[in-house]
T-cell receptor, first 114, second 114 residues
Framework: DVKVTQSSRYLVKRTGEKVFLECVQDMDHENMFWYRQDPGLGLRLIYFSYDVKMKEKGDIPEGYSVSREKKERFSLILESASTNQTSMYLC?????????????FGQGTRLTVV | AQSVTQLDSHVSVSEGTPVLLRCNYS??????LFWYVQHPNKGLQLLLK??????LVKGINGFEAEFKKSETSFHLTKPSAHMSDAAEYFC????????????FGQGTRLTINP
């Protein structure tokens, strides 16, 4: 069974801390994504990566960075956490965009910044 | 720009009655369309997908959706709601055949009344 695993379900961090959210997939997918989910806004793309060490900004990259050193792992980094980054974060992976290719999602990390 | 609009932020039905969740998209091309479901504190799970093979698409848990190009719609239906259907539902579009990124609607929260 395909699997995308996020390292934490719940995190509480202090303002100004550097925060790492980790995501691992076991499907040998080239593409990996980080989304942020907020009520009424759906999912918004923060960054995605289409290959090792390759990344592209999504719709809301400000305040975030990413790292992809290995194909199976994609990390989201909050350089200096702020309260407006309190949210649910979802990682996803997929194969390159053929028409019938869906994305597979992790369970999500609910981050609270205090 | 390609986009997807879910026409209802919240739908409430009684158990055993039909479910209709509405979705309209805008795309210059024939898009790929998906419906995902998210149960509380869970990741997103694929319900069904349309990729031009057939306009009526059947998914898991008795859900189906019909692609209507003339109306640019992809509404999700189920003949008889079950309590376990209570969740958030997302309509998603891959606007171009080779596009890496998916575009999400804002979500519809489905409540089932006993």
């Amino acid at each position: 069974d395909v699997k995308v695993t996020q390292s934490s379900r719940y995190l509480v961090k202090r303002t100004g801390e550097k925060v790492f959210l980790e995501c691992v997939q076991d499907m040998d997918h080239e593409n990996m994504f980080w989304y942020r989910q907020d009520p009424g806004l759906g999912l918004r793309l923060i960054y995605f990566s289409y290959d090792v060490k390759m990344k592209e900004k999504g719709d809301i990259p400000e305040g975030y960075s990413v790292s992809r050193e290995k194909k199976e792992r994609f990390s989201l980094i909050l350089e200096s956490a702020s309260t407006n980054q309190t949210s649910m974060y979802l990682c996803a992976s997929s194969t390159p965009g053929q028409a019938n290719t869906e994305a597979f999602f992790g369970q999500g990390t609910r981050l609270t910044v205090v | 720009a390609q986009s997807v609009t879910q026409l209802d932020s919240h739908v409430s039905v009684s158990e055993g009655t039909p479910v209709l969740l509405r979705c309209n998209y805008s795309s210059s091309y024939s898009p790929s369309l998906f419906w995902y479901v998210q149960h509380p504190n869970k990741g997103l799970q694929l319900l069904l997908k349309y990729t031009s093979a057939a306009t009526l698409v059947k998914g898991i848990n008795g859900f189906e959706a019909e692609f209507k190009k003339s109306e640019t719609s992809f509404h999700l239906t189920k003949p008889s709601a079950h309590m376990s259907d209570a969740a958030e539902y997302f309509c998603v579009v891959r606007p171009l055949p080779g596009a890496q990124k998916l575009v999400f609607g804002q979500g519809t929260r489905l409540t089932i009344n006993p």
